[in-house]
């Protein structure tokens, strides 16, 4: 065990008290014909309760803070039942904020322990006992806990005293997570056998005590110790000016006022305890400390609601307190020492969000109000990974495999946003065909201090092979392959081997255009739609291109009887205008074709026209005239008999020739 030191005073405390007649403090009303055994305050000057005994009759009235005065007392519904019971409640005591009584019944056994008991919605629960850390088979008294809830110091009686009120202060700490450790008692001279009544002011390091010892003045008189460390005491200093040879008990400081009230017997009539305060200024004061205090309610229903306040060292992350607020009102109120040191609050309850303040703990007072939210807002930004083009989605939201009621809203295209719950684990599935599963973690079991989330989900799309076989090449050329489905049609290159092939991941369902032309050879296009089309392999011919090399040229159609191209005929002669300037060395003819409808001398000039027409084209996407010639055919060379509708069609065509090189 580690030794305390105690340090005596420099200069005379005592001093600090003015002599003075006791007055009856702040308005607490004791009932007719009773005598006054026990009075506490809680540390933020807000309430205060008191018990009175008349003859055999016992009672205990709690007050509250009206304006500058208490109300009126009230009875404490489980305190009378323990009276009842016989089980001899005594000396209750407040917690800050008065939201806990602490108080010393008799137990299972019939000895006296310490218990404590919680307003809740209003109601006082049941007494708990605080364990056996801090009750043992002797009798536990006059509970007094400190500000933050961490320190208790209580009396146990001492065997063969001059007075069965005396007995030796004891004190356990608790940790912010509630396990209290095994009580030690003060060493001396803070007890010295004849201790009673301690009080832990709201700095959590001034103690006041009555206590019965040589040098007092007769009977119980209030002392003063200060702890400087968690080691150190002040040696105790008597408040000469206030004892007298009678009884002053149950010291409590009234921190709005600066006055220490106690209980006392009347100098006229020595049988009547009543209560006093007087005012105490300089090194008799606690230590100042920052109050922190406000409302906690649910940011949805506006209502209060319950709460825990969470305290940490800004430098550590070390929990120093915790605190919770009245669950009826939401109101909370607690101190910290004022030391100038940076401090986290954690205003948090299950389920919901939490609300984090840095604080530098040095005014006087501040008022906190925090509403707190149970649910937090998800937009979901979905996309496919490669192209970023927005996806719509099934999405489905589940915890530990069980699927949740939630369900999305559509914002835009691949955009949603849906509505979850804070306390749960969540995996997000999303879904679509022709792309691999998406999952996505979000937790909400950790602290939340944002409502709203926004997160971007890619989609890998599902691939599938293309096979090119190039004939007529023998070395190594480059084949462009564009994806239609996309929102800006992706171009891939690949380059086949010197055999001519090639092989292609793309992306299955997908439409694309495949589009050869190297240079000097003629080109090959074609459009594959792997969503409707089982087509894998792409077999291209293409010829060398030399004198006399002929190609039809795809796709290109005119009005009916006119000789207007079609705007559906441009990608095509593009691809034409593509290879006259990659291979810039030919002369070529440009030849339209009719079917045998219609007489030979009008086909002929139709077809003439149709010619000139796609020669007028190329030139003006900057091909050369003296590399173009237009000459129409009319019905004279047909490929197939003009035997069908479907042959006519085919016989209607435009080609290019290569008719001659500038070289």
Request: glycine share 6%; aromatic share 10%.
């Amino acid at each position: 065990m580690k030794k305390v030191v105690l340090l005596a005073a420099a200069t005379a405390i005592f001093s600090a008290v003015n002599a003075q007649v006791p007055t009856t403090p702040i308005g607490i009303t004791i009932p007719e014909g009773y005598q006054t055994t026990s009075f506490y305050i809680s540390g933020n000057g807000e309430k205060a309760i008191a018990g009175f005994k008349k003859d055999e009759s016992v009672k205990f009235l709690l007050y509250e803070k009206q304006g500058s005065k208490f109300s009126n007392g009230e009875a404490v519904p489980f305190l009378d039942q323990l009276i009842a019971d016989k089980k001899n409640p005594t000396t209750p005591s407040l917690s800050h904020d008065g939201t806990r009584i602490y108080f010393s019944a008799k137990n299972e056994k019939g000895d006296n322990d310490i218990f404590y008991s919680d307003k809740d919605k209003g109601k006082w629960s049941e007494p708990v006992n605080m364990g056996e850390t801090i009750n043992s088979s002797a009798n536990e008294t006059y509970p007094s806990v400190s500000s933050d809830g961490l320190s208790i110091y209580f009396i146990r009686p001492q065997n063969g005293a001059k007075d069965d009120r005396c007995g030796t202060i004891f004190t356990s700490t608790r940790t912010p997570y509630g396990e209290w450790s095994e009580a030690t008692a003060l060493v001396e001279p803070l007890n010295l056998g004849c201790e009673t009544a301690p009080y832990i002011a709201p700095d959590n390091k001034t103690l006041y005590m009555s206590s019965m010892r040589e040098g007092g003045k007769g009977g119980f008189d209030i002392y003063y110790a200060n702890k400087v460390s968690p080691l150190y005491w002040i040696l105790p200093v008597a408040l000469d000016t206030i004892n007298t040879s009678n009884d002053e008990l149950f010291p409590v400081y009234n921190a709005e006022s600066n006055k220490l009230a106690y209980l006392f017997r009347d100098p006229k009539n020595k049988k009547v305890v009543t209560f006093a305060d007087v005012s105490i200024s300089g090194k008799l004061l606690p230590s100042e400390n920052c109050r922190y205090y406000g409302k906690i309610i649910d940011q949805e229903t506006q209502k209060p609601m319950t709460a825990n306040i969470e305290v940490s060292d800004a430098f550590s992350s070390g929990v120093i307190a915790t605190f919770t607020n009245d669950n009826e009102t939401g109101i909370y109120d607690f101190v910290l020492p004022k030391d100038k040191r940076n401090v986290f609050l954690d205003y948090s309850a299950k389920n919901y969000s939490h609300t984090i303040l840095d604080k530098n703990v040095t005014q006087k007072e501040e008022k906190i109000d925090a509403s707190l939210f149970k649910n937090v807002q998800l937009t979901l930004n979905i996309y496919d990974q490669a192209m970023f083009d927005p996806l719509e989605t099934d999405i489905t939201v589940k915890v530990d495999g069980q699927t949740e009621n939630i369900k999305p809203e559509k914002l835009d295209i691949g955009r949603y946003k849906m509505t979850l719950p804070i306390g749960k684990n969540y995996k997000i599935y999303l879904t679509q065909d022709l792309y691999e599963d998406y999952v996505m973690d979000f937790d909400l079991t950790r602290k939340v201090q944002f409502q709203e989330f926004e997160r971007d989900a890619e989609l890998v799309s599902m691939k599938e092979n293309l096979t090119f076989n190039i004939e007529g090449v023998n070395e190594p050329i480059e084949i462009e392959i564009t994806n239609l489905s996309t929102k800006d049609h992706h171009v891939t290159t690949v380059t086949t081997d010197k055999n001519g092939k090639a092989v292609i991941p793309v992306r299955k369902g997908d439409k694309y255009e495949v589009n050869i032309m190297p240079k000097g050879y003629t080109f090959y296009n074609e459009t594959l739609d792997l969503s409707k089309e089982n087509k894998r392999i792409v077999l291209a011919k293409l010829e060398k291109l030399q004198a006399d090399s002929k190609m039809e040229l795809e796709n290109i159609t005119f009005a009916t009887n006119s000789a207007d191209i079609a705007s559906s005929s441009y990608e095509e002669l593009n691809r034409l205008v593509d290879l006259l300037k990659l291979n810039n060395q030919f002369k070529v003819e440009i030849s339209a074709h009719t079917d045998d409808k219609g007489a030979d001398a009008y086909n002929m000039k139709l077809s003439d026209r149709r010619a000139n027409s796609v020669v007028n084209y190329l030139r003006l996407k900057g091909i050369p005239s003296n590399r173009l010639v237009a000459k129409g055919y009319g019905k004279s060379k047909p490929l197939v008999p003009n035997t069908s509708d479907e042959n006519r069609a085919k016989n209607r065509r435009v080609e290019f020739k290569i008719i001659g090189t500038d070289l």
